[in-house]
Nanobody, 121 residues
Framework: QVQLVESGGGLVQPGGSLRLSCAAS????????MGWYRQAPGKQRDLLAR???????IYADSVKGRFTISRDNAKNTVYLQMNSLKPEDTAIYYC???????????????WGQGTLVTVSS
């Protein structure tokens, strides 16, 4: 059993910053890629950023240069630093991790419960 718990969402004014955190816990043998997604009302869930254990990253064009993903492998935690926030960044943000579970030969695609980010004046 693996759990991902996000924190750090909230209300911020346009141009402001927020930092999201997502900690994985449970019967974890190891974690491969970790990422952040978001879903706005009436829209599909989109990938924002992804980071591999060695630190290589990819970003969606919509957040490139404004958002930074990072991870602490020792803490099984991934972060998303969000700067220069815009109203269109308003959405529920989800973290995702590809996890190797203790005692299982199969990987697990785990998701957090989501955290709401609202960008408004």
């Amino acid at each position: 059993q693996v759990q991902l718990v996000e924190s750090g969402g909230g209300l911020v004014q346009p141009g402001g910053s927020l930092r999201l955190s997502c900690a994985a816990s449970g019967s974890i043998f190891g974690i491969n890629a970790m990422g952040w997604y978001r879903q706005a009302p009436g829209k599909q869930r989109d990938l924002l950023a992804r980071i591999r254990p060695g630190g290589s990253t990819i970003y969606a064009d919509s957040v490139k240069g404004r958002f930074t993903i990072s991870r602490d492998n020792a803490k099984n935690t991934v972060y998303l630093q969000m700067n220069s926030l815009k109203p269109e960044d308003t959405a529920i943000y989800y973290c995702n991790a590809n996890v190797w579970v203790v005692g299982s030969p199969n990987g697990l695609d785990a998701w957090g419960q989501g955290t709401l980010v609202t960008v408004s004046s």
